[in-house]
């Protein structure tokens, strides 16, 4: 697979069969090469894999990412093989560890060591006997820390780090190299009112404050536990979230490249505060109005 440079990752999770099958087609209709998605409490990830790829001729989805505690390996394995069999090599099986809450509280589960964890789920994964064979193996790994960058390297095609800074994609670059796909999401919000963007962005990561893994990566990134209290300071939330007007916002994207980013899914918070797309903003980052 060639898994393009421009993606749209996008929260499925409340959204209705209708707006489903819009945010694909508008996705595709505007050339974005991958359309990621989230496993949280919602949709099972697979399953919507299938029906997102049901609903387009050209565009890649990728789940970013599944929970490889909410299916063994070898379903895992089966997932990928039977979406790229059937679909043309256009599925991406995102995977992750998820985070304490959502597996010890919801699903009952023991969390173990992340790396440890993840390096047995992928050699269950290699071991597993599945009948149908796609083309190519296109498996990523939700990374932030150098162990699991470093996992994801040496064996998956690459990374899906969420919730960084150009910063940090180019330490995840040094680690993954040139041969690996280094794919990072940036939230956006296309509005040059300051305090409207300030407080989307604050609304947007109230729920990513609370993960000791994301915030274990921002003090490993240089924020002080200060900037990570409350909502959140001006300067860690400008971080996350890029605003103002579309050149403002596609410097972000570009930082992420210069960094050494193969691919960059933008997540557009609408302005409004809705859990919709925002059109205005895809449209205006689309990569034939780059």
């Known amino acids: 697979m060639k898994i393009g440079e421009h993606g749209v990752w996008f929260s499925t999770n409340g959204l209705t069969k209708p707006q489903l ?16 998605y989230p496993e949280s409490l919602s949709y099972e990830s697979l399953s919507l894999g299938g029906f997102l790829l049901g609903q387009t001729d050209r565009l890649c989805v990728g789940s970013g990412i599944a929970n490889i505690y909410a299916r063994d390996a070898l379903t895992a394995m089966a997932g990928h093989n039977t ?44 071991a597993a006997n599945i009948a149908v064979t796609p083309p190519a193996r296109n498996v990523v790994l939700a990374a932030l820390g150098p162990n699991m960058l470093a996992l994801s390297k040496d064996r998956t095609e690459g ?57 274990n990566n921002w003090l490993r990134l240089g924020f002080s536990e200060d900037e990570l209290s409350g909502q959140g300071s001006d300067r860690f939330l400008d971080a996350m979230v890029a605003s103002g007007d579309a050149n403002a916002i596609a410097a972000r994207i570009k930082a992420h490249f210069d960094a050494g980013a193969t691919h960059v899914c933008i997540q557009p918070l609408n302005p409004d505060g809705s859990a919709m797309p925002d059109w205005n903003a895809l449209e205006a980052l689309a990569p034939s109005n780059r």
């Open 159 to 215: 990374a899906l780090p969420y919730c960084v800074t150009p910063e940090h994609t180019a330490m995840a670059k040094g680690i993954l190299g040139d041969d690996s796909w280094l794919c990072v999401e940036q939230k956006i919000c296309l509005t040059t009112d300051a305090a409207q963007a300030k407080e989307i962005a604050a609304s947007g990561m109230a729920r990513y404050l609370a993960l000791p893994n994301y915030r």
């Open 21 to 36: 099958a819009k945010l694909a087609q508008g996705v595709e209709r505007l050339n974005y090469d991958v359309l990621w």
């Open 83 to 126: 979406l790229n069999c059937l679909y043309d090599d256009r599925f991406i099986l995102g995977l992750g560890v998820s985070h304490i809450p959502l597996v010890e509280s919801q699903r009952g589960h023991q969390y173990g060591k992340p790396v440890s964890t993840m390096r047995a789920y992928l050699d269950a994964m290699d």
